[in-house]
């Protein structure tokens, strides 16, 4: 992080003037996720001024970029080079800035075979409550010196600073994909998935939707073909396959415009949900769409039961948070850990926890 | 071996041992209502062994050592422990080479030892829900008949825990392309200072609210007890080719690693040993490494035959194009194993060498392996001491081999300023001070280096959001800002300070 910029210092100067009234802030980049979690008040920060790659190095396999940078300009970058961010971050809107998609931590289609954004941030320069610019981590692939903060912040909602900058873990885009579909019930299709997912196939992503399967594969030339011939079923064109995914991937595909749409992180072997209302399920059936009017309470119940939890994803239900709450014991450490890190709760108060 | 051996390094204020029998009274006579007496450890014969950990060169006895044997023990324990205002220092098996394990003069040492069974292998979820005190490569072991196994490989692994894993989250040869502990672990069971009972991570791939498994994940011990930890486990693959190719100097090796990534390949492996080191372990293992050569790469491809016959053409082309002088492809498993087995005996050959040796653990920009070799060439000349150098190479993880006697004061003296050296020049470079072995006590200086004041402060508070008085493990991974003071120098980071005209609120 480079400490004599103008646009750093405007920020650090907003924060600051901030704190001095005790006064909240929202922070924002491209504004593409506003609709995710609970609603918040405050001044507008803008991160957008705070753009541009700061380095990218493909032999080191790693990126460094400002948080205000939009996610677009990233991946057209890595893609000149034949790599890629492997966990697929949504973009709901072209707007999208690298900061917001650390911040809300949302990951794609192959967040089960390649890893989630906290799998992929080496390291983070944040702004804390106190006004004070501090990095973690670093831009090396091993880094156990001290804790593993910039890691910390993917999902955090912005509710523990300002991010400025991240470094990435990159890699190589596979050298070969196709996909797959295949017809078959819910109970099915997630069997077959987990069997899979226990044998040395290249898998990347699998959706199930409406009485099919789709599988992606990813990998060497000869895993792809080897994998195509064990597995059967229908070979999709790679056009129409990607637009697929892509429609995942974005939320663009129809299902997602029902609501309200219930996110549930839920253990991937866990047998259909005896919930009414539509669903779609990735990741090997440890994330599933759900659209139903059902009350939260059954939802969370149901989710909770399966090893996870049930996020109001979109659409917004009265009296109903968006996120699932934690055991006592972690409400705690929480709290204590947004205190440490920003003790007059200016940023995004109340965005991960309704504000009491 | 013998690493660092005999000298006793003690940083904290010392009571008189007068109060210390009063407060070790004090502490038995609470536990002894706890646990049963086979439990409990205190006579000066029966805590030597618990004295250090794989660092011999820090020892301290502490007060007591407890052996619960349920979790319903290991919370009483803590419980007494917190109302009583003693530190805890969990403990699983004593590989660690950070002093991590370092027990607390006034405090107890929580051994997990007999927290070793394996509670559930489960094919279809491909999980495995072990106790914390259960091996590493027990859990590959046991998974095996499933077709699975669990990635990450410490060199420690058929001894080292993984509780003691997830405290360090440790690496291992084959983290490049399968990840850390951290990229490997789904959920975290424990208890917290209180000895209240608490998960990280969950049965799903995220949990609700701050992801904690984060931070609980390299924490060396200072958040929470861990007691029971769900694993991924991945399929095994059905073969593996290694290829051993010899460079006539460290530059072309070093690009050599470059290249191989930039071609887009993610080898399963990618290992490097200098002259030095090789003629080390090659006295030792006898596997038939080139000996002439300035720098050795093993690089391995996973997978299916196919899609390893494609791998090896490509890294054999890039090595070739690269400058290696030499090439040889492994054509069975039992080769190789021989290719692997110098490098997995490098800390043991180093000990045959010398009297006692020093591991250092940076991690720097793949780019930078050649300045830094070549840098630490010239410290072996400035501080009189061979170093012998293996390197993770394909994540820029340095293990460089101090050679000394520590009966010499004088060379031991040069030893500990020559790792520092490799240290700081390893951050100057870009990188960290520690890739995998954590920072434990030895590393606690260097973390003022790395670390501004702020920084270290938002971690020291950060350990107060999960331990406010400080109990678990103190004094380890993040040093006091009296002791960075102490270290003597007003670090200066990147030669500004940050906003040194700014007032701090």
């Known amino acids: ?356 | 071996m013998n690493q660092l051996a005999d000298t006793v390094v003690s940083h904290e204020p010392q009571p008189d041992t007068t109060s210390r029998h009063v407060r070790q009274a004090e502490v038995v006579a609470r536990l002894q209502q706890l646990l049963p007496a086979r439990s409990l450890l205190w006579t000066p014969e029966d805590t030597t062994p618990y004295e250090c950990d794989g660092l011999t060169a820090y020892r301290e006895r502490p007060l007591l050592v407890a052996l619960p044997e349920t979790e319903a023990e290991v919370a009483a324990v803590l419980k007494a422990c917190h109302a009583l205002g003693v530190p805890v220092v969990a403990r699983g098996a004593g590989t660690g080479l950070s002093g991590g394990a370092l027990p607390h003069r006034l405090g107890v040492t929580l051994s997990l030892a007999k927290f070793n069974k394996i509670l559930k292998l489960d094919k279809l979820s491909r999980t495995a829900v072990v106790q914390c005190g259960v091996r590493n490569l027990a859990i590959s072991e046991a998974a095996a008949p499933l077709g699975l196994y669990y990635a990450p490989d410490p060199s420690s692994q058929i001894a080292c825990t993984i509780g003691g894993n997830v405290a360090e989250n440790s690496g291992g040869v084959h983290c490049l392309k399968y990840g850390l502990t951290l990229h490997n672990v789904l959920k975290v069971k424990g208890f917290t200072v209180e000895g209240e009972p608490v998960e990280f991570g969950a049965d799903a791939l995220d949990a609700a609210g701050l992801d904690l498994l984060t931070v609980v994940v390299g924490s060396e011990g200072l958040l929470a007890v861990t007691t029971e930890v769900t694993v991924k486990l991945v399929p095994k693959p059905r073969l593996a080719r290694c290829i051993m190719a010899s460079f006539a100097d460290v530059r072309h090796a070093g690009d050599a690693v470059a290249a191989i990534i930039g071609a887009g390949i993610i080898p399963a492996g990618l290992e490097m040993m200098d002259k030095p080191m090789t003629a080390a372990v090659e006295d030792f293992v006898h596997a038939g490494y080139d000996l002439d050569a300035a720098a050795i790469l093993l690089c391995e491809s996973d997978g299916t035959p196919e899609e390893v016959a494609e791998e090896i053409g490509r890294m054999e082309a890039v090595l070739m194009g690269a400058g290696a002088t030499r090439l040889e492809v492994s054509a069975d498993e039992a080769q190789r194993l021989r290719f692997w087995s110098g490098r997995k005996n490098a800390f043991p050959a180093s000990g045959r060498i010398s009297p006692d040796y020093m591991c250092m653990d940076s991690t720097i920009p793949r780019k930078r392996l050649a300045d830094i070799l070549i840098a630490i060439a010239a410290m072996e000349r400035k501080y009189g001491l061979r170093c012998c150098n293996v390197f993770h190479a394909g994540d820029g993880n340095l293990h460089p081999l101090i050679l000394f006697d520590a009966n010499d004061p004088d060379q031991l003296h040069r030893c500990e300023l020559f790792g520092a050296d490799i240290l700081e020049t390893s951050v100057r470079l870009g990188g960290t001070v520690t890739g995998e072995h954590g920072v434990g006590v030895e590393k606690l200086n260097s973390m003022c280096v790395q670390f501004s004041p702020e920084e270290r402060e938002q971690m020291l508070s950060l350990k107060r959001a999960f331990d406010p008085h400080e109990l678990l493990n103190p004094g380890k991974l993040v040093p006091t800002l009296h002791r960075c003071a102490e270290y003597g120098r007003m670090h200066v980071k990147k030669g500004l300070l940050p906003f040194a005209d700014l007032p701090r609120f």
């Not at chain 1, 210092?9 to 996720?33: C, H, M």
């Not at chain 1, 966990?87 to 390649?114: H, N």
């Not at chain 1, 979109?314 to 929480?334: C, E, K, Q, T």
């Open chain 1, 1 to 356: 992080m480079q400490h004599d910029d103008p646009a750093l210092q405007a920020v650090v100067d907003q924060v600051r003037e901030a704190a001095s009234r005790e006064a909240p802030l929202r922070i924002a980049g491209g504004d593409s996720k506003a609709f995710y979690g609970n609603p918040v008040e405050g001044t507008l920060l803008d991160t957008r001024p705070l753009a541009g790659i700061s380095s990218y190095e493909p032999s080191e396999l790693v990126i460094t970029v400002r948080a205000g940078t939009p996610l677009a300009e990233v991946e057209a970058v890595l893609a000149e080079r034949g790599q890629c961010l492997a966990f697929e971050p949504p973009r709901f809107g072209a707007g999208g800035t690298v900061g917001g998609m650390v911040a809300a931590g949302l990951s794609g289609p192959a967040r089960a075979t390649a890893g989630g954004v906290r799998d992929h941030v080496l390291g983070a320069s944040l702004l804390n409550g106190r006004g004070e610019v501090l990095s973690f981590g670093g831009q090396v692939m091993k880094n156990v010196a001290g804790y593993d903060v910039s890691r910390l912040l993917a999902g955090s909602l912005g509710t523990l600073g300002v991010i400025l900058e991240v470094s990435l873990k990159v890699l190589p885009r596979p050298a070969a994909s196709a996909s797959l579909c295949f017809a078959m019930g819910q109970a099915d299709a997630l069997d077959c998935v987990n069997r899979w997912a226990g044998e040395p196939l290249p898998l990347s992503a699998s959706a199930w939707f409406e009485g099919r399967l789709w599988l992606r594969l990813a990998g060497a030339q000869a895993a792809v073909r080897s994998a195509i011939a064990t597995l059967g079923g229908e070979r999709l064109d790679d056009r129409e396959a990607e637009a697929f995914w892509t429609s995942l991937r974005d939320q663009q595909h129809a299902f997602f415009a029902g609501l309200p749409l219930w996110r549930l992180s839920v253990a991937a072997t866990t047998p259909p949900l005896a919930l009414p209302g539509e669903s779609l399920i990735e990741w090997g059936g440890a994330q599933r769409w759900l659209i139903s009017t059902e009350p939260a309470r059954r939802i969370r119940d149901a989710a909770r039961a399966a090893g996870g939890h049930a996020t109001l994803f979109r659409g917004s239900v009265p009296g109903v948070a968006a996120f699932d709450a934690v055991s006592p014991p972690l409400a705690r450490i929480h709290r204590q850990l947004m205190t440490s890190f920003d003790p007059q709760h200016l940023f995004n108060r109340g965005r991960l926890y309704p504000s009491d």
